[in-house]
């Protein structure tokens, strides 16, 4: 626990109580994270999970653990521990908070909950002159993708193939976990998002690439879950192997600042020179 009062964020439902962010604190609200998580992340036995001790040893240890609670009632958390950064030359050292995790309990997502637990993240970090979080997800989830992006700005700046091995778990099973890493710049330069993409001229399909301008524009399906259930897990892993070289091959001197829903069942990422970049303006 930190000795100064941590902040916390309130903000009124319609109904009930306030949604108030802060600090996760104690064992039992520890404990209640964890079965969140598992909740959440449909997670079976051997896929592996956290625990209520290690989120207390990060969060007494530099690491944050933040939970968003109506009433007692925990709907959402997020952790991080301090991190640095390599320097090869022995600058840019700089220290982040990596984000491992962010969960919303399904039947309160998409209701603005997870970006004021981001932002409250944001708020303990900056409290303690940390300027920068960091995160990897899932490219295909194109929706968590336009949540990071496109919600609380942060941009892509690595692409790591196969980050926890060969093959997911859960409904992921079979597919290799490729993962963007996000810089979310919490000191707030500009950097321009670009405009949403317009629904691809006819014929593109998930997988295609084209180009708008300096821009490339990446289709993908807008929901992949949906899509590995309909199609096949063999189909969704090749799809994810080619679009993987590509998101490789685009991130050599681009970066993603943008993933938006097109009709059909589509969503598409915008990618923009690195030069083009300047760093992230959170959507007010
Ligand atoms: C990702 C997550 C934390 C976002 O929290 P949330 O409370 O649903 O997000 P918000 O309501 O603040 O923002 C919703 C925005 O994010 C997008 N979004 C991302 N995932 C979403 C989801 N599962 N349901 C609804 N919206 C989602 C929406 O498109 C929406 O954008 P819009 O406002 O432009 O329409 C939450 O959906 C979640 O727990 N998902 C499952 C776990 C997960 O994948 N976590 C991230 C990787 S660790």
Redesign the pocket.
């Known amino acids: 626990m930190t000795s100064t009062a941590p902040p916390r964020t309130a903000a009124r439902s319609r109904q009930g109580p306030p949604l108030v962010v802060r600090d996760v604190d104690g064992p039992a609200e520890m404990a209640d994270c964890v079965a969140l998580y598992e909740r959440?992340?449909g997670l079976r036995p051997g896929d592996g999970s956290l625990n209520p001790r290690l989120l207390t040893a990060l969060q007494h240890n530099s690491g944050l653990v933040v939970g968003a609670f109506l009433g007692d009632h925990l709907v959402?958390f997020t952790y991080s521990f301090l991190a640095r950064e390599h320097g090869t030359d022995g600058s840019g050292r700089r220290l982040y908070q990596y984000s491992?995790?962010?969960?919303?309990?399904h039947e309160?997502?998409?209701?603005?909950?997870?970006?004021?637990?981001k932002l409250g993240q944001r708020d303990r970090c900056l409290a303690e002159g940390t300027t920068l979080i960091r995160?990897a997800?899932?490219p295909m989830?194109t929706?968590?993708a336009?949540?990071n992006l496109?919600?609380l700005g942060a941009v892509v700046d690595t692409f790591k193939p196969a980050m926890y091995g060969t093959s997911g778990f859960g409904a992921a099973t079979g597919e290799s976990t490729d993962r963007f890493i996000v810089s979310w710049h919490l000191d707030g330069a500009a950097r321009p998002a670009g405009p949403a993409p317009e629904p691809p001229p006819g014929g593109h399909r998930a997988g295609e690439v084209y180009d708008e301008g300096e821009d490339r524009i990446v289709v993908l399906p807008d929901d992949w879950d949906r899509l590995r259930a309909e199609t096949g897990p063999e189909h969704a892993a090749r799809l994810r192997g080619r679009v993987s070289r590509t998101f490789a091959r685009l991130l050599a001197d681009r970066t993603a600042v943008s993933c938006v829903?097109l009709p059909d069942g589509l969503a598409a990422y915008r990618f923009i020179p690195r030069a083009a970049a300047h760093g992230p303006t959170p959507r007010p």
């Open positions: 959440v992340m959402g491992q995790l962010a969960v919303v309990a309160r997502q998409g209701l603005g909950i997870g970006r004021l637990l995160w997800y899932d989830q929706r968590n336009h949540f496109d919600v829903r």
